[in-house]
């Protein structure tokens, strides 16, 4: 066991009703009430981790340096929060200065021009 997965008690007010069917159910598989608690929050950490919308929330408070990365990276794992590291480091970067490719007509013959209120033809 590692240092991470030592138990930690905690305490909080729960509602009777649920506690009361929180036992039924650890008694209907032969579980402690502690067991099915943490296999619920593991499963609510799981899905909530996996969800879009909290992937997007994380983002967008670490880009906001809301968050920092050690914080992203308990929250949604090494692989995305260096992701997210990257391209936060790209969007804080300047960007690249690159003029327009010449020898490339990008739009072919579908190519059409607007007057505009100067009256150069673009």
Do not use: W
């Amino acid at each position: 066991m590692s240092a991470r997965d030592d138990p930690r008690r905690v305490h909080f007010q729960s509602p009777e009703y649920l506690v009361e069917r929180l036992d039924a159910i650890a008694d209907l598989f032969d579980k402690d009430r502690t067991d099915v608690l943490i296999e619920a929050i593991r499963e609510y950490i799981a899905e909530t981790a996996n969800s879009e919308t909290f992937q997007e929330l994380v983002a967008t408070k670490y880009y906001d340096d809301q968050l920092e990365f050690e914080t992203v990276k308990q929250l949604v794992g090494a692989e995305t929060a260096q992701r997210l590291r990257l391209l936060k480091a790209d969007l804080e970067g300047e960007p690249f200065d690159l003029a327009a490719p010449t020898d490339i007509d990008i739009y072919g013959d579908d190519a059409t021009t607007v007057d505009t209120a100067d009256g150069d033809e673009r």
